[in-house]
């Protein structure tokens, strides 16, 4: 909830992880991550996404122990596997034929969440080590699980030098592989490439010089270390002590530079005091291993403070930090643009784990929208809001993870749990972004109950002040929740509307306390409008699905709801409820039986029309016991849907291609094989144009706005 309290709160920020862990496929263009199920059509031995890359892929490598599986997530379809096999290890052996020069090593794997499995690469003689620990949401080889890592960050390679891996399988997790790229860091690669992932700038021979002639060809490298000293030039031979010190104004750091904070745990504020530029790309403030940052007093923190945090500063990439403890924020970024925050774990934040929010503007409207283009991915936020014990404590304010009058954003892949409030909050005016690929769980432990208040929704899209509008919430595992799952409304009736919201591919099940709170698996409030609700599949919640304009936010009832192609399961209290709406169409959705009606209706409804939905005792999924709500063959969702489905519905959640039989499936899973795989580039190419009429839309509003300001003037 958008509960901002203009008295500031006596408290900071801070939690993340040292990850270095990348999203599956590498570097992609401008620094821009895509979501995990895409896959790589690159052949193996030649360049990959970037021209110079190098990718080998695992199952042409010698391998030992080692079986190969065939799955659409994995580049060429298919990685290695220690299932089957008659030994819990295994290697895979390679010769890296590339040209001679310097390069990092990026390892492409299945992480999984049944198992830890470990690794020790060996490349050219030089041995690195790590474990398949982020537990990512899935416990087989899903798009969901499929990550990378920078294994050896800068090494020199001759024409046929070795590289081995050589891994263990731990409980169920069988030390998938996928890939091991060569990224080249040499002269002749363009050094203005902006990272992705993990993926960091390439390191300078010169770190540390500064002849005012920089282009973009003479990005450098910085590094901080606990053994360093602030008098030190920042170079890996004499580092930085502090963070602090590289991120000032006057340190030497450049847009385009990188900073490598080496392994150790750092008790400080970090302020970032300058930007990165279009130009010359963005500056990498990054985590060289296992590092921590604390708060210098974790019970003593002001509103807006984060343990990292800005103000009116741009084009940062923010990497791999363990942020824990903190008094308000992990990370905090104030009136930010080109932002990327990846591959962090912030962990028992006093507020938000991760939040950006205006640094002084709060009155509503267009100018409390003051941030832009921001990318908040990989990240694990767990325990957020730690501190705040209920309602009237005015310590732990806003939400796991906070999006705050943002215009253009994409919060993807992300891990949230336990927090005592919401979880994902995109509210207050921010508008053309996307929550994707997100998993949520556990969050709303007192905000969903009396103790605290009736709300705490796992992913939650608030108008608030200022018009919201143009959001895809599509992909994500929401489950487990005090409260409810996916809400979409408005807490400040004719102040910001909510519209153009599209709900697609989620799964989203056992949220909610019956006789405490609503309990909604989906929830349309008080002033929204223009909501599609598609392909997304309920189950175990208190109750499937709510619109309702009748809240308790008293304003204008919801219009122009379609849910379509949904499946309704299992709810613990009723399928769903409508009440004050109008212009509502339920088309091809399934429900489970028990229930005298497939939903209640209360006053104030209007223009309800339903169509071809179907009432079932079982949808037949895979396993409901163990949550895998994948169709069987037999499942009456199978070919039952609504054919006509728009651009950005494509592919299903596993971004395999819809309609594979003789219909569209019902649900988020399309239930078969197929050779065919979708990305979320027609997902992102839908939205942009979604974006821009909305603009045109908005710039005919003004105009006639304007022309009766006129009218009234004169006349």
Known sequence: MNDFDISLNNESSLSANPQELVPNSGLEAAGMVGDNSQNSANSSMLPTLEEDILRYEAEELTLSNYQIESNNASSEGKHISLLGSDSDSGTATGVFDGEAGTYKVNVGFYDENDGVSSVDITVAGKLESFSFDKDLPADKAAAEALTSRITH???????????????????????????????????????NIEPAGNIESPVDKDAGKDDGTKSPMDTQTYYVSPDGSDENPGTKAEPWKTVNRAVQKDSAVKAGDTILVQPGTYTELITLEKS?????????????????LRDPDPNVGDFREGVIQSANQGHWII?????????????????ANNMIVQNNHTFETGASGIIVLPESYYEGGEAEVTSKDIKVIDNKIERANWRWTGLGDTRGTQEALSIWGVDGFEVANNIVKEGTREGIDVKTGSRNGSIHNNTVTEVAKIGGTPKGYNGGPAIYVDGNRADTFNIDVYSNKVYGNTSEGIVINDEEPGAGD?????VFNNVVYDNGTQGVNSGAGIMVGSNVRDVEITNNTLSGNVQSFVIDGSDFFEGDKVSNVVLRNNIFADAGYRNGFIEDAEDIVLDNNLFTDGAEKLFETGDGTKNIEETNNLEVKSVGFSDAKAKDYHLTSDSPAVDAGTNGIPEYLKGDADSKQRKIGKAVDMGSFEFGKSDATIDDKSVKAYNKRRQEDSEKARKSQDSSDEEIVLRNKFF
């Open 153 to 191: 960050s800068e090494i020199k390679l001759q024409p046929g030098d070795d590289f081995k891996i050589e891994a263990e399988s731990n409980l169920g997790e069988f030390a998938r592989l996928d890939y091991v790229e060569f990224i080249p860091l040499d002269s002749s690669t363009p050094k």
């Open 276 to 292: 990165g530029n279009e130009e010359l790309g963005h500056i990498t403030l990054k985590a060289d291993g296992d590092v921590t």
């Open 319 to 335: 990497d791999g930090f363990r942020i824990e403890n903190t008094s308000w924020a992990g990370i905090s970024l104030r009136d």
């Open 498 to 502: 909510v519209r153009d919201i599209r």
